[in-house]
């Protein structure tokens, strides 16, 4: 392993393929990075059985055994501060998450959006372009900060919006440039901390 690898943790709630396109850029012995651990908020998650096929260590925090969001959070951190990421990397993980909880991880955590930000946060995004008549759409890479999908961006790629589009269709150009897209801006992400 290379000496100066940067320690990533990923949280997710889903699927998981942003987190298997991180992981399988780890395996490269010139990238940069080693996924640490990998969260899920829920449990069940299609990603935490691609963790466990890529070897990563994983384990569920689900909001659903708190009473509250503060308590979830706190969980949350412990584990994560025991992990000692440099990184963590937000992928498919649906929950905004509070100044306080982002305090100690400022610069340093980051998610990505199916949407070229600042255009259509939230949800339902290529839904969202498609309505909007938009002729490119595309996804974002972006620190984290208390509002939702508002940090700043470190990297966006973008793809035509074709006629005939629905939104899976939009979904399944987009989603192929996510898996490009998370692992290149991470790495610019880790160069620039210098970890
Ligand atoms: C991706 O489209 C990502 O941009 C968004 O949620 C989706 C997660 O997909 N934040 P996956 O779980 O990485 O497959």
Redo the contacts with the bound molecule.
Sequence with gaps: MNAKTARVAVL????????V?LAQACLDPDYPAEIVTVISDTYGA??LARADEQGIKNLVVARKDFSNKQAHEAALSRLLAACEPDVIC?????RILSAEFLAPWQGRII????SLLPKHKGLDTHAKALAAGDTEHG?SVHHVTPGMDEGPVIAQARVPVLAGDTSDTL?AR??VE?HKLYPHALQMLIESLGV
């Design positions: 997710i709630s889903g699927r998981g393929s942003n987190m396109a299609g990603g937000l992928a498919g993980f649906m998610n990505i959006h199916p996804c979904a987009v989603i996510e």
